[in-house]
């Protein structure tokens, strides 16, 4: 029996799929996350860079490598587990530890990342924060653990999975510089399930916030649109008005176009991606099935009210930028049909010039023709008329008599001889 051949990366395409499991995490724990980019992040020498990063912490603690060219690693190192990943333009480190803590979210978490390993990194933070996992509690007690911990104002907070337990946060960055949420999980919920819910949140504040990118590439070039657009408008009104200096008018028109294009070509990759990160987040919250909480707002909600909106508005910068564009190149393409125009105008009027000048030239030719025949008759017969001198006497006729007698004959052949020479000429 002849045997398969397999595809070069199957068995690597379906190890993929599992590459990357949740983590696990039990009530009484905490977990800390740090998410840093670099300005260029697609780059096979950033993917190194975020690498060799990862295996410096490692050295740090004595931990096993992972293999060249990995995008991802899970192990314990020390008293936590560390799950690191690398993504499209970011990578992320996910630190789980057991124990509550001193108290709660405590900055000092974070100095489990060393200072000055903190300091060697490639890329800049994104995101960091903490996340704090307690057994569930009374609403009443819950309430008001929240509002000790939280800004109320932007709190949300819901239940998730069916019941598995409550989630909550205030997407605030606080003095420390970190991001806070708690869970509390319900009594009988596994370590598989928490720790899905925990990778869930820390998902959502990372798209979250590499969406927001976008707003912020958004706003940079907000006064430059604004800036070709009175440009472009004030050369469309010059063009409607004036048919003077069109050349010029289309050089500014190709420039316009130029700078918009430039501009798309530096903000169609963020644009997209933002587009990108929208999505996941909507995925990963509607993942979590969340159920209101009495009296608080849902993540759904809050992103509804405070995200999506943001979002709107990066989506019609871009259709700006593309409407722009689009106006640039039709006024361009008008205002070339009229130069075209009134070059061809211009070509008419001097194909009129040429054709009155060959007009004159043809009846100057006539009269120089005219004129040959004269002058050619006139020495011919001058010649015919010293030639036959000698016979005047015999045949009785004065030299003047024979003069006038070869002057018609000799006038005739003389025309006939221009006029074929000029048929050679022209056929």
């Given amino acids: 029996m002849p045997t398969l051949t397999d595809h070069p990366k199957r068995y690597q395409l379906s190890n993929e799929l599992h590459a990357r499991p949740f983590p696990t995490a039990a009530e009484g724990s905490r977990a800390l996350f740090l998410a840093l980019k670099q300005p260029n992040g697609g780059t096979r020498t950033n993917a190194q860079a975020d690498l060799d990063h990862l295996l410096a912490l490692l050295d740090r603690y004595g931990a096993a490598h992972p293999g060249p060219g990995a995008t991802h690693y899970f192990g ?9 990943e690398r993504h499209t333009e970011f990578v992320t480190y996910t630190i789980l530890l057991d124990g509550l803590g001193d108290r709660p979210f405590d900055p000092a978490d974070f100095d489990l990342f060393e200072e000055s390993w903190l300091a060697d990194a490639p890329g800049e933070r994104v995101v ?5 996992i307690e057994p569930r509690l009374p609403l009443a007690e819950l309430k008001a653990k929240m509002s000790n911990w939280f800004v109320l104002e932007s709190l949300a907070a819901s239940e998730v999975l069916d019941g598995a337990g409550v989630i909550a946060g205030d997407f605030h960055i606080d003095p420390a510089g970190h991001t806070r949420f708690a869970i509390f999980a319900s009594d009988g919920v596994g370590q598989a399930r928490i720790g899905r819910i925990v990778q869930r949140l820390f998902e959502i504040e990372t798209y979250k916030s590499m969406a927001m990118l976008g707003f912020a590439r958004m706003r940079e070039m907000e006064p430059l649109l604004g800036d070709l657009e009175t440009k472009l408008s004030r050369l469309i009104e010059e063009i409607t008005l ?3 200096r069109a050349e ?5 028109l190709l420039g316009i176009s130029a700078e918009l294009e430039a501009e798309h070509a530096r903000s169609a990759f963020r644009f997209g991606a933002t587009g990108a990160y929208e999505t996941i987040v ?6 979590l099935r969340e159920t209101p909480l009495e009296g608080q707002q849902t993540l759904a909600e809050f992103m509804m009210r405070r995200f999506d909106p943001a ?3 990066v989506k019609s910068s871009e259709r700006r930028l593309h409407t722009l564009s689009e106006r640039a190149v039709r006024a361009a393409q008008l205002l070339r ?8 105008a211009q070509n008419q009027k001097l194909l009129e010039s040429m054709n009155r000048r060959a007009d004159l030239q043809l009846k100057l030719q006539h009269t120089v023709e005219g004129l040959s025949v004269v002058a050619i008759t006139y020495y011919a017969v001058s010649l015919g008329s010293y030639l036959l001198a000698p ?7 004065s030299k003047a008599v024979l003069t006038a007698g070869i002057t018609l004959p000799v006038a005739a052949i003389v025309w006939w001889m221009v006029r074929r020479i000029r048929h050679r000429a022209s056929g």
């Fill in 282 to 287: 909507n995925q990963r919250i509607f993942a």
């Fill in 76 to 84: 314990t190192l020390g008293r936590f587990r560390l799950k690191w």
């Fill in 311 to 313: 979002m709107r508005t």
């Fill in 242 to 244: 004036s048919h003077e």
């Fill in 391 to 397: 016979l005047a006497g015999h045949l009785g006729a």
């Fill in 128 to 132: 960091s924060a903490l996340i704090r």
């Fill in 248 to 252: 010029d008018q289309l050089d500014a």
């Fill in 337 to 344: 049909t009229r130069v075209d125009v009134d070059r061809s």
